[in-house]
């Protein structure tokens, strides 16, 4: 593969031969004699004349009289199309002969290898009847398969004296455009007025010309003066009628029957190539000479019309032309967007008219092309089209629905538990930091309790006498203790005093929720007192966590005032303290000396008390973020942190049937000793379990396939079907007390980078050249997959950052594949 930009190709004729010369590389050249047809001359001037004959009037240019008689009722429109049909079937025969085959085949191998989008080739044709001949519709590599767009042709002049200077992207944002507009006898110059003032946004644009009344020496001067400005200029422009001479270098009509020639100009365009000059375009008549002449004076490139133009053409010309230019496309590439559009789109109105114009440029030269201004034109290329609204539009509303994010969100979590056990990450515990006291159907059944709603309150003393007999420090009872039952309350709470005004006081923390009505439902006051105890919120939020209260919360845990409950479901409400945030909470003040200890007789709230402790620590992932509670009102979970479920439960929490407490079997030797254990006593999946409904507390695993998939690999394999609310709470409680809080980054967020990434890739990074694709597509697949895996490992680091990798890449592939297909269809 090669970069290779460029051949140089000099065509000379000699009596009825043509001399061929091209050269390449490092000086290769190739040199082929090929005869001249002698019929190809008589259908050049066959076809010129039909064509001055169909244009025959508002031409911008002088024709020589052809004749003073009544046109005859000739149809020149058919006779044009035959004799530009004639014309170019004689030409490409020429061009497709044998003895041009090596210089056809050369260049053809060169461009297939070519890694650039173009291959140019610089024709310079010595001979002046060769010039007239239009080689731009050369099809160099048709015979080797290859697309036309990859070749293209453009003309140099032979003599190049001038140096060139190269200012492309030395300019400032703003292109400085001069525009001439000359005499306009016959002429109407309002479209191309139109056109280049509707560039006011890309450059800065000068209009000057003939005016009537003007006095012609000042207009001369005005020009002159104008040209060679201190300020210099990036593009003339000249309309009006112009024509070709041997020795001047053409001249520009200025006024009615004031001309200015080339050669009186040199001067001042000298003056304005060295201030900046790098494009001159001539909207006019026959400007070989001229461009031949510019050329030579070092001017970079230079667009002309080979023949007289009709002045519609010319006002259909140029707008296509600006079009083009100004979507920084160079000015090759406008030019031949103009030529394609008369050639495609109204060929029928303006047969032939695709032939003439026409591109010089020295091969020192960058093409020019209009430079986008850093802010404005960066942020234009970025607004989206009609297609990519629709679809963004879907993937952000998407990223917007809290049901498919949970649902994302869960076989995310599924694909970290596959990732962890896969690279050996799988964290093992000794002994977990929560035991899981399950009441779950055989403990009801051993227990011979008829209903299980409400708990029967002396099986719940039973169980604190036990865990406080093996030193239970934090026990969080996951029952609702609202309604009376008699004599059972009166055992529950002596067990419960019994465990407070130990030597080593039991901190509880109770279950607290508020029914359908908003009226919330808490621990009956002949049970405990908040003074000595906590109580905590136990509604969860599927798949995210509850987190701790602020420092500054007002929680009130009096039974005297009830706290206002209207945002129960507001994750981000702090007025409320959660179940596990309270556990862990106890947890972390209990491993202080000089933390509060319950007291049987304390008169201030307890809440209050450890709230206020200096030994309190937690992490700022522990309370929402400024972010997060924003994103409530707009009923997102942004940043709000997520619950891991790729822990695997084992490292998580230790379960054990209540029954088996009891009766003290198979008790493991971890569990003999619980003070720096949190114990949770929770329902263990019976069907009456809940508050509003029966299996209100039991999730269906399949809402959360990473407990399902660590359950099938459990030896024999865990059939449960369920979830319980207590091995949420479990969870949660883990994540507090090891601070294991993972955060997602929105996809919303995601998605925007995304589409910054990806439309900058589709507009900047793909390689235009079709060979390149592939090898494109490899490297972009292999960066999102880079990305996916780097996402997967920074969840599971300590960093714990959830990036969202579905809906970003596909926004980013959406862009890269319509780029492709764009550039599939502009081939």
Same mark, same amino acid.
């Given at each position: 593969?090669?970069?290779?930009?460029?051949?140089?190709?000099?065509?000379?004729?000699?009596?009825?031969?043509?001399?061929?010369?091209?050269?390449?590389?490092?000086?290769?050249?190739?040199?082929?004699?090929?005869?001249?047809?002698?019929?190809?001359?008589?259908?050049?001037?066959?076809?010129?004349?039909?064509?001055?004959?169909?244009?025959?009037?508002?031409?911008?240019?002088?024709?020589?009289?052809?004749?003073?008689?009544?046109?005859?009722?000739?149809?020149?429109?058919?006779?044009?199309?035959?004799?530009?049909?004639?014309?170019?079937?004689?030409?490409?025969?020429?061009?497709?002969?044998?003895?041009?085959?090596?210089?056809?085949?050369?260049?053809?191998?060169?461009?297939?290898?070519?890694?650039?989008?173009?291959?140019?080739?610089?024709?310079?044709?010595?001979?002046?009847?060769?010039?007239?001949?239009?080689?731009?519709?050369?099809?160099?590599?048709?015979?080797?398969?290859?697309?036309?767009?990859?070749?293209?042709?453009?003309?140099?002049?032979?003599?190049?004296?001038?140096?060139?200077?190269?200012?492309?992207?030395?300019?400032?944002?703003?292109?400085?455009?001069?525009?001439?507009?000359?005499?306009?006898?016959?002429?109407?110059?309002?479209?191309?007025?139109?056109?280049?003032?509707?560039?006011?946004?890309?450059?800065?644009?000068?209009?000057?010309?003939?005016?009537?009344?003007?006095?012609?020496?000042?207009?001369?001067?005005?020009?002159?003066?104008?040209?060679?400005?201190?300020?210099?200029?990036?593009?003339?422009?000249?309309?009006?009628?112009?024509?070709?001479?041997?020795?001047?270098?053409?001249?520009?009509? $200025?006024?009615?029957? #004031?001309? !200015?020639? /080339? =050669?009186? &100009?040199? +001067?001042?365009?000298?003056?304005?190539?060295? *201030?900046?000059?790098?494009?001159?375009?001539?909207?006019?008549?026959?400007?070989?000479?001229?461009?031949?002449?510019?050329?030579?004076?070092?001017?970079?490139?230079?667009?002309?019309?080979?023949?007289?133009?009709?002045?519609?053409?010319?006002?259909?010309?140029?707008?296509?032309?600006?079009?083009?230019?100004?979507?920084?496309?160079?000015?090759?590439?406008?030019?031949?967007?103009?030529?394609?559009?008369?050639?495609?789109?109204?060929?029928?109105?303006?047969?032939?008219?695709?032939?003439?114009?026409?591109?010089?440029?020295?091969?020192?030269?960058?093409?020019?092309?209009?430079?986008?201004?850093?802010?404005?034109?960066?942020?234009?290329?970025?607004?989206?089209?009609?297609?990519?609204? $629709?679809?963004?539009? #879907?993937? !952000?509303? /998407? =990223?917007? &629905?809290? +049901?498919?994010?949970?649902?994302?969100?869960? *076989?995310?979590?599924?694909?970290?538990?596959?990732?962890?056990?896969?690279?050996?990450?799988?964290?093992?515990?000794?002994?977990?930091?929560?035991?899981?006291?399950?009441?779950?159907?055989?403990?009801?059944?051993?227990?011979?309790?008829?209903?299980?709603?409400?708990?029967?309150?002396?099986?719940?003393?039973?169980?604190?006498?036990?865990?406080?007999?093996?030193?239970?420090?934090?026990?969080?009872?996951?029952?609702?203790?609202?309604?009376?039952?008699?004599?059972?309350?009166?055992?529950?709470?002596?067990?419960?005093?019994?465990?407070?005004?130990?030597?080593?006081?039991?901190?509880?923390?109770?279950?607290?929720?508020?029914?359908?009505?908003?009226?919330?439902?808490?621990?009956?006051?002949?049970?405990?007192?908040?003074?000595?105890?906590?109580?905590?919120?136990?509604?969860?939020?599927?798949?995210?966590?509850?987190?701790?209260?602020?420092?500054?919360?007002?929680?009130?845990?009096?039974?005297?005032?009830?706290?206002?409950?209207?945002?129960?479901?507001?994750?981000?409400?702090?007025?409320?303290?959660?179940?596990?945030?309270?556990?862990?909470?106890?947890?972390?003040?209990?491993?202080?000396?000089?933390?509060?200890?319950?007291?049987?007789?304390?008169?201030?709230?307890?809440?209050?008390?450890?709230?206020?402790?200096?030994?309190?620590?937690?992490?700022?992932?522990?309370?929402?973020?400024?972010?997060?509670?924003?994103?409530?009102?707009?009923?997102?979970?942004?940043?709000?942190?997520?619950?891991?479920?790729?822990?695997?439960?084992?490292?998580?929490?230790?379960?054990?049937?209540?029954?088996?407490?009891?009766?003290?079997?198979?008790?493991?030797?971890?569990?003999?000793?619980?003070?720096?254990?949190?114990?949770?006593?929770?329902?263990?999946?019976?069907?009456?379990?809940?508050?509003?409904?029966?299996?209100?507390?039991?999730?269906?695993?399949?809402?959360?396939?990473?407990?399902?998939?660590?359950?099938?690999?459990?030896?024999?394999?865990?059939?449960?079907?369920?979830?319980?609310?207590?091995?949420?709470?479990?969870?949660?409680?883990?994540?507090?007390?090891?601070?294991?809080?993972?955060?997602?980054?929105?996809?919303?967020?995601?998605?925007?980078?995304?589409?910054?990434?990806?439309?900058?890739?589709?507009?900047?990074?793909?390689?235009?050249?079709?060979?390149?694709?592939?090898?494109?597509?490899?490297?972009?697949?292999?960066?999102?997959?880079?990305?996916?895996?780097?996402?997967?490992?920074?969840?599971?680091?300590?960093?714990?950052?959830?990036?969202?990798?579905?809906?970003?890449?596909?926004?980013?592939?959406?862009?890269?594949?319509?780029?492709?297909?764009?550039?599939?269809?502009?081939?």
């Amino acid at each position: 593969m090669m970069n290779f930009t460029a051949f140089y190709l000099t065509i000379q004729q000699v009596e009825q031969v043509c001399l061929f010369q091209l050269s390449w590389g490092q000086g290769q050249n190739l040199s082929v004699d090929v005869a001249y047809p002698e019929n190809l001359t008589t259908l050049y001037q066959e076809w010129q004349n039909i064509y001055l004959s169909f244009y025959n009037t508002a031409l911008r240019g002088k024709v020589a009289n052809m004749g003073s008689l009544a046109a005859p009722p000739i149809d020149w429109h058919a006779r044009l199309v035959q004799a530009e049909a004639q014309f170019l079937s004689a030409f490409h025969y020429w061009l497709r002969s044998a003895e041009l085959f090596d210089i056809r085949k050369q260049i053809a191998q060169v461009s297939k290898q070519n890694q650039t989008p173009y291959l140019d080739i610089f024709i310079a044709c010595i001979t002046p009847d060769l010039a007239k001949l239009p080689w731009e519709v050369w099809e160099i590599g048709t015979e080797f398969a290859l697309a036309s767009s990859q070749i293209r042709i453009v003309r140099t002049a032979t003599n190049r004296r001038g140096t060139v200077i190269n200012t492309q992207g030395k300019y400032p944002s703003k292109a400085r455009i001069l525009v001439i507009l000359g005499d306009d006898t016959g002429l109407n110059f309002e479209s191309e007025k139109q056109a280049i003032a509707s560039l006011k946004d890309y450059a800065d644009v000068k209009f000057i010309g003939w005016q009537p009344n003007k006095n012609i020496d000042d207009l001369k001067t005005e020009i002159v003066q104008t040209i060679s400005s201190q300020n210099g200029w990036d593009i003339l422009f000249f309309a009006g009628h112009s024509n070709q001479t041997n020795l001047t270098g053409g001249e520009l009509g $200025i006024a009615p029957g #004031v001309a !200015l020639s /080339i =050669s009186e &100009l040199e +001067p001042a365009l000298i003056t304005a190539k060295d *201030r900046g000059l790098q494009c001159a375009i001539f909207n006019s008549c026959n400007g070989l000479s001229i461009a031949d002449k510019l050329i030579d004076l070092g001017i970079s490139q230079v667009a002309v019309m080979r023949e007289p133009i009709h002045n519609q053409v010319a006002e259909v010309f140029l707008p296509r032309f600006l079009q083009a230019l100004s979507e920084y496309k160079d000015v090759h590439e406008s030019l031949i967007s103009a030529a394609q559009y008369l050639k495609v789109e109204k060929n029928f109105t303006y047969p032939s008219a695709y032939l003439i114009p026409s591109l010089f440029r020295h091969p020192g030269a960058d093409l020019f092309r209009l430079q986008p201004a850093f802010m404005n034109e960066g942020i234009k290329k970025l607004i989206p089209n009609r297609r990519e609204i $629709i679809v963004l539009s #879907v993937l !952000l509303i /998407i =990223s917007l &629905l809290l +049901p498919v994010q949970q649902f994302l969100l869960q *076989r995310r979590v599924l694909l970290q538990a596959i990732y962890r056990q896969l690279t050996g990450q799988v964290a093992t515990v000794a002994s977990p930091p929560v035991l899981l006291v399950e009441i779950d159907e055989d403990s009801i059944r051993k227990a011979k309790i008829s209903n299980p709603k409400p708990i029967e309150r002396k099986y719940l003393a039973s169980l604190i006498d036990r865990l406080t007999a093996n030193q239970a420090k934090i026990i969080g009872i996951d029952y609702l203790l609202d309604r009376h039952q008699g004599e059972s309350d009166r055992i529950l709470a002596n067990s419960i005093k019994t465990a407070v005004k130990s030597a080593k006081p039991t901190l509880f923390v109770f279950a607290g929720t508020a029914n359908q009505d908003g009226q919330w439902l808490r621990v009956l006051p002949n049970i405990a007192n908040l003074n000595w105890s906590l109580e905590g919120e136990i509604e969860i939020l599927p798949g995210y966590m509850q987190l701790l209260p602020d420092h500054n919360s007002q929680y009130n845990n009096s039974q005297s005032s009830d706290p206002d409950f209207s945002k129960l479901l507001n994750p981000g409400a702090t007025s409320i303290s959660s179940f596990s945030g309270l556990l862990t909470l106890g947890y972390q003040l209990q491993q202080s000396s000089d933390a509060p200890q319950p007291k049987l007789d304390s008169q201030e709230d307890f809440f209050q008390q450890i709230n206020n402790s200096p030994d309190r620590k937690v992490q700022d992932r522990s309370h929402s973020q400024t972010i997060t509670r924003f994103s409530y009102s707009l009923h997102q979970m942004w940043m709000h942190p997520i619950i891991d479920f790729s822990i695997s439960p084992q490292s998580v929490y230790q379960n054990i049937p209540a029954w088996r407490l009891l009766e003290n079997q198979n008790i493991p030797k971890n569990l003999q000793n619980l003070q720096d254990i949190i114990v949770i006593i929770a329902p263990g999946g019976y069907e009456e379990a809940g508050l509003n409904y029966d299996g209100e507390d039991n999730f269906l695993i399949s809402k959360f396939p990473a407990i399902k998939y660590w359950r099938d690999q459990e030896n024999p394999i865990n059939q449960s079907q369920i979830l319980t609310g207590g091995e949420y709470h479990a969870y949660m409680v883990h994540h507090l007390r090891t601070n294991r809080l993972v955060i997602p980054i929105p996809d919303f967020w995601m998605i925007g980078i995304a589409i910054l990434i990806g439309k900058s890739l589709s507009l900047y990074l793909l390689p235009r050249k079709k060979s390149n694709q592939p090898q494109s597509l490899i490297i972009i697949t292999i960066v999102t997959g880079i990305y996916g895996l780097i996402s997967l490992q920074l969840y599971i680091s300590a960093t714990a950052i959830l990036l969202p990798w579905l809906l970003p890449s596909v926004t980013l592939w959406f862009y890269i594949l319509s780029a492709i297909l764009e550039k599939k269809s502009d081939e």
